[in-house]
Structures are given as C-alpha cells and as structure tokens.
C-alpha cells in the first residue's frame, strides 16, 4: 500500500524567505507524483507532475523535485498569496487513484 | 466549460437522514473521481468512473454510500442514514487519462452531519 508522508505539518515564513516543503513516498512502481495547492474551502489547484528521479519541474516561485524516496517543493521569494496548504500525492501500478499526504500548511506573513 | 463543478457547496443533514452530491466534470474527461477530505487531512479516494463505468471502490466506501455516473457524464454519489462520521468535504475530480494524470477538482461539497 502506498504511503505519503510530508513534513513540516505547518511553516510559518517571512516574505521573501525561501524553504522547502517535503514529501516522502514509499510506492511500489512509481507512476507520477504530484503537487497540489488548496486554498480554504477550496478543492486542490494541480501544480505539478514528476515521473522519475531527477526531474524537475518550475512555475514561477515553486520549484518541484523528485529523488527516489523523496520530492522537495522549494519555494523561492515567497509571497503572502503563496500561503495555503500544498498537498503531495502519489500514483503507482494499475491504479488510476492518487494517494495524498496530509499536507504542509504554509503562511507566508508580509 | 468552467470546470469541474458541484452541487451543492455546503450541505448540513440530520443523522439518519439520506444525502445526494452532484457533479459535472470537464466535458472532455471520460475519468470522474470521488474523494473525502477531513480537516487537516489529505483528500482519501473513495471511487473511479471510466464513462459510465465504476471500475474502483474503496474500502472506505461503505455499503451506506453509492455512486453512478448514468451515460458516462455527470455523477451522483448518495450516503444512505448518514452518521456524523460522515462529515467531510466530498471532492470530485476528473480527467482525460491522458498525459500528466493531474486531476482537475471541483470545490466541493461541505457536509455536516449534527
């Protein structure tokens, strides 16, 4: 059974201070591991999708990367509208479904 | 097409009480996904449509809850004598099965059972 397991459960950041979120994954057969947003209230904005260890992946201040036991969301210059939750989920074998971790609460204070 | 949408947003029901959740996926997406949210956790997969298909449950998904995609387009998902265990926000998501599998969400449905 797949497990997804991302730390810190909460960041608290100034603006501008770049960090990185993790997520660790222990899949059998790796198809894709993705990266969420979700705002309150909200259901989950996709962000990203890495296949295999050593890719990346950039959208303007996030940064996505996976190794074989791990992905790191790194997020460079952070704004306020950069704090949500970021979700880490995982797809392997025949399955069509998403695993997720529980997610890294980010509040980015001005 | 606006996306993934569902109705209605917040629902809050008695115990006992029968519930139904609606969805309209992406009119392209032939895969349509349910999934439960509790606070501070990540979204757990309930159930998978391919078309009018239902070719993945959850063991999460109990004998109280049934879901159909009649024609392969919207979806319902229904919990019978809701318990408040059952509060959650229900998630639904859809997507061509082609290329990346990143999964388009709706917003959600909140329920409340009291």
């Known amino acids: 059974e797949d497990q997804v397991t991302q730390s810190p459960e909460a960041l608290r950041l100034q603006e501008g201070e770049s960090s990185s979120l993790n997520c660790s994954y222990t899949?059998?057969?790796?198809?894709?591991l993705f990266w969420y947003r979700q705002d309150p209230g909200k259901g989950p904005e996709f962000l990203f999708t890495?296949?295999?260890a050593g890719e990346e992946k950039e959208k303007e201040r996030l940064k996505a990367t996976l190794t074989k036991k791990e992905s790191f969301l790194h997020i460079t210059a952070p704004k306020p509208e950069d704090s949500a939750t970021y979700l880490c989920a995982s797809s392997s074998g025949s399955a069509r479904q998403l695993t997720f971790g529980s997610g890294t609460q980010l509040t980015v204070l001005p | 097409d606006t996306g993934v949408s569902q109705d209605p947003r917040h629902k809050i029901t008695k115990r006992g009480q029968n519930v139904t959740f609606r969805c309209d996926p992406i009119?392209?997406?032939?895969?349509l996904y349910w999934y439960r949210q509790t606070l501070g956790q990540g979204p757990e997969f309930l159930t998978y449509f391919q078309n009018e298909a239902q070719l993945e449950k959850s063991r999460l998904l109990s004998d109280r809850f049934s879901a159909e995609r009649p024609k392969g387009s919207f979806s319902t998902l229904e919990i019978q004598r809701t318990e408040q265990g059952d509060s959650a926000m229900y998630l639904c998501a859809s997507s061509s099965g082609l290329g990346s599998y990143g999964y388009t969400f709706g917003s959600g449905t909140r329920l409340t059972v009291v």
């Open positions: 009119s392209e997406h032939n895969r």
């Open positions: 890495l296949y295999s």
């Open positions: 899949v059998s057969g790796l198809r894709g």
